[in-house]
Every structure is written in C-alpha cells, then in structure tokens.
C-alpha cells in the first residue's frame, strides 16, 4: 500500500508545531527585551531625577555644618541680672559664599555678634551670643541668621533660671540731696527670719537711713528680701574699699559713683 500521503500528513503536522514553537519562542523574546528595556528607562529616569536633587541642593545655596543650638543649663538668676556667653561654629560645606546681613534675636535677653559677615566656601560662621537671665523659669529663644536677603540659619539657646540661694546685691538709685547716695538692696538668704541691718564699711561711710526689709518673692530653698537704704559718703579712697554688710553677706558698693 503506497503510504506517502501519510508521511507528508505527519511532515506537514511537524512543521506547523514548529512554526509555533518559533513564533511563541519569538513572542517570549520580545517580551522579555521590552521588560528590560522598561526597567533600564525607570533607573535611568531614577538617576536623571537623583542629579536633578543635587544640582538643585548644591544651587540652593550654602550648606552649613555645625551645633545650631546650645543649652546653657541651670542658670543662678541674680537680683539684677546674671550674663553668660556661647560662640556658635559653624562651617560653610558648600561651594557658594554668603555675607551675613543681620542677626535678629527673638528676644531682649539675647544680643549676637558675628565675628566675619563675609564667610567664603569651606571658612566659618562665627556668632557670639549673650544671653542675660533676667527671672526664673524655663528659657528658649534663637537668633535668626540672615545672609544675601534670605534666612541662613536659627541658633537656638535654652537655659533654666532658679533664684541663686544667697547673695547680697545693691542696685543704684540715685544721689542724695546734701550728699550721699541711695541704694535698693537685695538679698537672698535661705533664713525665713529679716535679715540684720545693713552697715556701711570704708572710708568716712555711714548708712544714714535703711527702710525695714521686705519679703518679696519665696521658693522653698530661698527667700528674697529688699530695703532702701541711703550711704553718707564724704571721701572714697583710691582702693575703692566701701562696701556694704548685711550679716554675712557683702557687697561693693564704691563704683556706682566712681
């Protein structure tokens, strides 16, 4: 029986499995070459986007390194006022230089000074600040940086003011009329009882009048108690040794009209 038909059927059957096998192994391919080439665009549109973030950092302006705040701590709030210091340094870790135009602080306790205004690219910033605790409590204020018109940087300060235990201080009121001068003593004193009387101590001094003491502010560690009192004074020697005493406590009195 002649069977060539047969054979050019099974031919036939073998070469169409082929030819599919081929087009779904061509269609695998270009699948697979499209997701590569997809996942090749977004990197690149990843890494486009990443210089984009740095070229605009870098033009933003300049970049400073450095503390940009300090705590002074517990502060002993005198009865006139008690000063601390703090120098802030900071680096310029750009490549754009800035001129400081102003330091602006938030508060009358603070005052700032800049050591350059002018702060090339890799130099320092420089700002002196003095803070001047003034009553107890919880501090937090800043200074406000500005270079080239805009805001640089805030350097914030923070302190906790207590009443200092015991201290005596005299606070100048003015002159006398036929001479002497007039003092507001403040003392802090752990003592629940008034304190002594004041006296007078130096060259021809004398406490003409002292007002009564007065209670005008308590803690539960201090007390703190003021009185007027006025110094006859005829000559002050060149040590400037006149002071006052009250108990323990002593003061300098004589520069107040030095």
Excluded: Y
Aim: charged share 20%; proline share 5%; glycine share 8%.
């Amino acid at each position: 029986m002649d069977r060539w038909p047969d054979s050019e059927a099974r031919e036939a059957n073998r070469a169409r499995h082929h030819d599919g096998t081929s087009r779904a192994a061509r269609r695998t391919a270009t699948a697979v070459t499209t997701s590569i080439r997809t996942i090749l665009a977004v990197l690149l549109s990843l890494a486009v986007s990443a210089c984009g973030k740095n070229e605009e950092t870098d033009a933003g302006g300049p970049r400073l390194v450095g503390a940009t705040t300090h705590d002074f701590g517990v502060i002993e709030v005198e009865a006139v006022q008690t000063t601390r210091h703090h120098r802030f340094v900071l680096t310029n870790a750009s490549a754009t230089p800035f001129v400081v135009d102003r330091l602006v602080p938030t508060c009358g306790c603070l005052s700032a000074t800049v050591e350059a205004s002018i702060v090339p690219a890799g130099g320092e910033l420089r700002v002196d600040v003095t803070f001047v605790a003034q009553r107890p409590g919880v501090v937090a204020q800043s200074v406000r940086v500005v270079a080239d018109g805009e805001l640089l940087t805030t350097l914030e300060v923070k302190a906790l003011g207590v009443v200092a235990a015991e201290g005596l201080d005299a606070h100048h009121l003015g002159e006398v009329i036929g001479g002497g001068h007039r003092f507001l003593l403040t003392l802090r004193t752990r003592a629940d009882d008034p304190p002594p009387p004041p006296q007078a101590h130096g060259s021809n001094a004398a406490v003409v009048d002292a007002k009564p003491w007065e209670l005008v502010f308590q803690t539960e560690e201090s007390r703190r108690w003021q009185a007027v009192v006025s110094i006859g004074v005829s000559s002050v020697d060149s040590s400037g040794a006149l002071w006052l005493r009250c108990g323990d406590w002593n003061t300098v009195v004589a520069d107040w009209w030095r």
